[in-house]
């Protein structure tokens, strides 16, 4: 498969110089890397500028409700373990009407990606503050000052328990690629959050900006030492890009095989609905 | 004497479920019909109150309310609260080392005060004095003979417990059973209860019949989140579903529950949630979703008294409106509700065809006295139920799939995830054929009308209305759901008065019935719907827009919202007051007649 092969019947209809450009092309590129099959993969998106993605993508897509890509996504890996599972959205999707399944997706820990882009702003409702936008931050809507701290993605997941946990950013594609490709080889819930700039909303994070503040994570940097990525997630001297964290443990399917061969243990072979109706005579 | 009631009572965690659900099983096993009725609190242990009653008859009965014949109250608030609710003839059993005198009492009962604190503690296990009023119970109506296959359905019950728990409950039922078989003086009539057993048929829930009639319509994912009264759908499932290969997930909330339930369905597994009506207001978004993206999915609504929390063990039939209505937009959906247990299975395997063939949401209104209460259902054939899947189409290379084709029927050929060449993407966004969205005029008209187009071109395929009663009846009753049990005994109990009355249940309550309450309508001098909520909500949005066809005709509500179910009597009496003011009616008219 070429990356070009995912490529979906809409075009993209993000403005020109949106991040998001970066992150369809890193993803196609990423998938094409690992051969996926468009009819063995679903892409779920919630609601924003961002969860537009699977129209652009040629797999099976669902472009649910506002906040909800991850329990359908969730939904999709339970009862069809063979897919590759991809939920995309945006910051606003993710961590404020949707916050609450971040959490439980994150323990849960199914074999799926979830790819962040974090513009700081809701877009496509012309640009009110999000739960990533700075204090202070004027808009339509806060037309003096925003008045709410800004949370952090990265470290939500570190204590969620994610098991991959990766930060990059639109103007650097080819370890947008990377950080990808190992959200989607890992095996478990693979957080991936992406600084991906609004050039029509959003002028504080620009690509110079973000460019400025980014420092990469040491090389020597120990993937399985979740305090330690707490703390570059946490740092103040600069915005940290790559991954902080990875762990294999079981993933959600796996629990659930081992339930079902524990169920199945424990009743006849090859039972059927009469045997069950056994209970009630 | 066919047909007897039996109430058990006392403080949560006295054991008063675990008595109750025992002797219905036994009885059910040993062939009598039995129905049931349970009240609890929401609080586990503490001063509320349990209430398991259960009514014993020869002929299928399906409502247990109403008064009891031999009441067991293992506490003192019982006592006074059920003194007054006990049939004529009935007995009184209580514990006399509990309460040493009686501050009320009738002259018309038979009370039984015994020991039942030191027969339970001939065991060293005061926790018993369930089980031992329970073998008083069954020394009593020794001539069922119950003792046996009761003596094995603890052992059944307890097996996954201990040998010790299995042997005390067995010790303990047959003290009581021995002590009113040899030591009690006998001054009651139930010495005399005759009735004959029946051949074999199932004993279940509302509740587990829907998780039963799911595992065979081939549902294999589940997603929930506990709420009373609908948690022992998920719990159910959770049990049976792996030994298939199937899932029940426990989600963080409803909104959850029910997206992941879409997920599942989008990846081709029949999937469900259950909940009840604080569940069902957070569900609504994605139940439109699943509207606007044709995707199948089941949703089970065990009402329970609103609106908010409510009253979470109490029945009510308030949730109508939101099922139909509540989605917001034109939300295409189908609604059924099930009459009593049996046909909370029926129409499960209906709801799940119906998901599948129409792609549509199917929300099923069962409520907190159907879901929890027990009753016998007649064997199932499972090799014969008709169980549709959805229609696929037959794709190859270079095939350009629409998913939302506009077809006659309006119903598009549908792929799931892992289906090659049929990769496509849904969304709740308005749009095309090719799954393209739009905002344009002509298309949402157009595409609106296609997702109508499947309920409407199919009127007639869902759950058919039930009548009951004398075709010729004046009177008629429209009601749905749950009530059927009493209403139909009304029915029976005016008939034996020379009252005529029909009654229907438009099993199918959206698409709307109105067919059906015309065609019922017709020749009805007056009708009485009745309902459990205050808003006449069945009567208000459906029925009324039908009476334009006999205009003639009066329509009165009969509602109750205090979270009981209703009794027969009660309708009875509502009937005889309707009967009586159109004898005088037609009495005035002739009158007049005669004056000119």
Known sequence: MEANDYKGRVKPSWCPGCGNHAVIMALRKAMATLNYQTHETAVISGIGCSSRFPFFMSTYGFHTIHGRALPVAIGVKEARPQTNVIAVGGDGDGLSIGGNHFIHAARKNPNITYIMMDNEIYALTKGQCS????????????????????????????????????????????????????????????????????????????YEKIKELSV??????????????????????????????????????????????????????????KDVMKQFQ | MKDLKVKISGTSGQGIISAGDILSYATARKGYYVTTFRAFPSEIRGDGKCYYTLRISENRRLTATGETDILVCLDETTIYEGLN??????????????????????????????????????LNSERSRNMVALGVVVGLLKNLNLEEQILSDIELRYKLKSQEIIDVNKKALNIGFEYACKKLVRKDIY??????????????????????????????????????????????????????????????DEIAAINYALGASFAGVK?????????????????????????????????????????????????????????????????????????????????????????????????????????????????????VNR???????????????????????????????????????????????????????????????????????????????????????????????????????????GIKVQALYPRTLYPLPTDWIKNFIKNKDVVIVVEANYNAQFKSTIVERCTHINRGMEVLEFLKYDGTPFNPEEIYDEIQKVAKLQKDKELLSTNKHTHF
């Open chain 2, 391 to 497: 229609h696929k189409p037959q794709l190859k290379e270079g095939d350009i799939y629409n998913r939302f084709e506009d077809t006659p029927s309006g119903i598009s050929p549908i792929t799931s995830v892992g289906d090659k060449y049929g990769e496509h993407v849904i969304t709740g966004l308005e749009h095309t054929e090719a799954n393209a969205p739009t905002p344009a005029a002509d298309v949402h008209r157009k595409m609106t009308e296609k997702r109508f187009r499947k309920l409407e071109t199919a009127t007639g395929q869902f759950s058919k209305a039930k009548t009951y009663g004398s075709e010729d009846a004046s009177i008629g009753i429209i009601s749905w759901g749950s009530t059927s049990g009493a209403v139909f005994e009304a029915i029976d109990m005016a008939q034996k008065q």
């Open chain 2, 191 to 252: 010495d005399k209860v005759n009735m004959q057993i029946s051949g074999a048929k199932l004993i279940m829930s509302g509740n587990e019949a829907i998780g039963l009639a799911a595992l065979a319509a081939g549902c294999r994912f589940f997603s929930g989140y506990p709420i009373t009264p609908a948690t022992e759908i998920m719990e159910w499932l959770a049990k049976e579903l792996p030994k298939f290969g199937g899932k029940m997930v426990q989600c963080e």
């Open chain 2, 85 to 122: 609710k006990i049939s004529s003839n009935g007995v009184l059993i209580y514990d006399s080392e509990l309460v040493t005198e009686l501050k009320e009492s009738r002259e018309d009962i038979v009370i039984y005060g015994l020991p039942l604190t030191t027969l339970a503690k001939e």
């Open chain 1, 216 to 273: 990469p994570l040491p090389d020597n940097h120990d993937l399985e030492d979740r305090a330690n990525a707490m703390k570059y997630a946490f740092s103040s001297e600069g915005l940290y890009m790559g991954l902080f964290y990875k762990t294999e443990r079981q993933t959600y399917e796996d629990r659930y095989r081992e339930i079902i061969k524990k169920a199945k243990s424990q009743s006849c072979d090859n039972i059927t609905v």
């Open chain 1, 131 to 206: 739960p990533t936008s700075r204090i202070g931050t004027t808009t339509k809507c806060n037309p003096y000052a925003w008045t709410a701290d800004r949370i952090n993605p990265v470290l939500m997941a570190l204590s969620f328990n994610a098991s991959y946990v990766a930060r990059g950013y639109s103007g650097d594609v080819k370890q947008l690629e990377n950080l990808i490709l190992g959200g989607l080889q890992h095996k478990g819930f693979a957080f991936i959050h992406i600084i991906s700039p609004c050039v029509q909303y959003n002028k504080v994070s620009s």
């Open chain 2, 271 to 387: 999937s469900m949630t259950a909940t009840s009506g604080p569940g069902l207001s957070l569900m609504q978004e994605a139940i439109g979703l699943a509207s606007m993206s044709e995707l199948p999915v089941v949703i089970a609504d065990v009402q329970r008294c609103g609106p908010s929390t409510g009253m979470p063990t109490k029945t009510e039939q308030s949730d109508l409106c939101a099922a139909i209505y509540g989605t917001h937009g034109d939300c295409p959906k189908i609604v059924l509700a099930p009459m009593n247990v049996e046909d909370c299975f029926y129409q499960t395997i209906n709801a799940f065809n119906f998901a599948e063939q129409y792609q549509v949401p199917v929300i099923i209104l069962s409520d907190a006295s159907l879901g929890p209460r027990r009753e016998c259902v007649d064997l199932i054939d499972l090799d014969n139920l008709k169980i």
